[in-house]
């Protein structure tokens, strides 16, 4: 699998080495994990190991660049592995649908987000985006979405992943139980002081409350660079800023050595994830 993932590529052997690409089985996926993400919470490290359990795959180590925090791996499975519960919606036409169809724990099925159902406004951006995915994924029944007019759900699944941000109490918008919101909706105040004030009244002056949520850092928003890479780095003429992740710019990695050319290459994940901390300060040149 090895040969087929990297010769695919043209990513030589020398660099795909010193990167290192580190192979998981089901044999030793949770001792790997645990090694690949020490540092992160026990949390965070047992979402890696779930996923990693379902497919053996590579962890693809990745390297901060000059003047950056260090930088944890992504994980690329054999085959795509399932990171959620699925996604449940619809996009009908008319009024959505009083009663839905259980959802994956077999409980009646409820809107978006209470129950993870969504709705997709048909004829908008996001609709077309979101057909035109189902119609060209093989793993999906539907080759003409667009036609589906009952709730229905897909798999959230995927073969390039990242661990989850670290769990974070966030704290919501200041508010007392005078304002002109809560005056005007009394059930909407019995609600919150039944959920957040345990059902006590108060008088409570201006206050806010706490809640558990992801933190604001994206561990995948970050540059990377390879060993030999960062070598080359004071010598390039050219730097290549690739947006496709490791494999691609390890295949640009690969051309320069080759070609001997004064050049050198660093990377992110994605399209959607160039804008880096250490991309808009210009850190990695320092």
Same mark, same amino acid.
């Not at 691609?248 to 992110?268: G, M, N, Q, Y």
């Given at each position: 699998?090895?040969?087929?993932?990297?010769?695919?590529? @043209?990513?030589? &052997?020398?660099?795909?080495? *010193?990167?290192?690409?580190?192979? /998981?089985?089901?044999?030793?996926?949770?001792?790997?994990?645990?090694e690949a993400y020490k540092?992160?919470?026990?949390?965070?490290?047992?979402?890696?190991?779930? =996923?990693?359990?379902?497919?053996? @795959?590579?962890?693809?180590?990745?390297?901060?660049?000059?003047?950056?925090?260090?930088?944890?791996?992504?994980?690329?499975?054999?085959?795509?592995?399932?990171?959620?519960?699925?996604?449940?919606?619809?996009?009908?036409?008319?009024?959505?649908?009083?009663? =839905?169809?259980?959802?994956?724990? @077999?409980?009646? @099925?409820? /809107?978006?987000?209470?129950?993870?159902?969504?709705?997709? &406004?048909?004829?908008?951006?996001?609709?077309? *985006?979101?057909?035109?995915?189902?119609?060209?994924?093989?793993?999906?029944?539907?080759?003409?979405?667009?036609?589906?007019?009952?709730?229905?759900?897909?798999?959230?699944?995927?073969?390039?992943?990242?661990?989850?941000?670290?769990?974070?109490?966030?704290?919501?918008?200041?508010?007392?139980?005078?304002?002109?919101?809560?005056? *005007?909706?009394?059930?909407?105040?019995?609600?919150?002081?039944? &959920?957040?004030?345990?059902?006590?009244?108060?008088?409570?002056?201006?206050?806010?409350?706490?809640?558990?949520?992801?933190?604001?850092?994206?561990l995948a928003r970050r =540059?990377?660079?390879? &060993?030999?890479?960062?070598?080359?780095?004071?010598?390039?003429?050219?730097?290549?800023?690739?947006?496709?992740?490791?494999?691609?710019?390890?295949?640009? =990695?690969?051309?320069?050595?080759?070609?001997?050319?004064?050049?050198?290459?660093?990377?992110?994940?994605?399209?959607?994830? /160039?804008?880096?901390?250490?991309?808009?300060?210009g850190l990695w040149r320092?």
């Amino acid at each position: 699998m090895s040969d087929k993932v990297r010769t695919s590529r @043209g990513i030589s &052997k020398a660099v795909w080495d *010193k990167r290192p690409y580190t192979r /998981w089985t089901a044999e030793n996926y949770a001792e790997v994990m645990a090694e690949a993400y020490k540092g992160l919470t026990g949390k965070q490290i047992g979402y890696m190991k779930r =996923l990693a359990n379902q497919q053996p @795959g590579w962890i693809i180590n990745r390297r901060n660049v000059p003047g950056a925090d260090h930088v944890y791996p992504e994980i690329r499975p054999d085959g795509p592995v399932r990171t959620g519960p699925p996604t449940m919606h619809w996009h009908g036409v008319g009024e959505p649908p009083e009663e =839905l169809p259980a959802n994956a724990d @077999g409980e009646p @099925g409820e /809107w978006y987000p209470d129950g993870g159902w969504r709705v997709f &406004k048909r004829g908008t951006e996001a609709w077309k *985006k979101h057909c035109e995915k189902i119609n060209g994924d093989p793993n999906e029944d539907d080759e003409q979405h667009e036609l589906n007019m009952e709730p229905h759900t897909h798999a959230n699944e995927a073969k390039y992943v990242f661990p989850p941000a670290e769990r974070v109490t966030k704290w919501g918008t200041p508010h007392d139980h005078t304002s002109t919101y809560f005056q *005007k909706d009394k059930e909407a105040l019995r609600t919150h002081i039944e &959920k957040y004030h345990d059902g006590h009244a108060g008088p409570f002056g201006e206050h806010s409350h706490g809640y558990r949520d992801k933190s604001d850092e994206a561990l995948a928003r970050r =540059l990377d660079i390879h &060993k030999m890479a960062r070598d080359r780095l004071e010598a390039a003429q050219r730097v290549y800023f690739g947006i496709e992740g490791c494999l691609k710019a390890d295949s640009i =990695l690969t051309a320069i050595i080759e070609d001997d050319r004064p050049e050198s290459v660093f990377s992110v994940p994605s399209v959607s994830l /160039w804008a880096t901390p250490q991309s808009r300060t210009g850190l990695w040149r320092s």
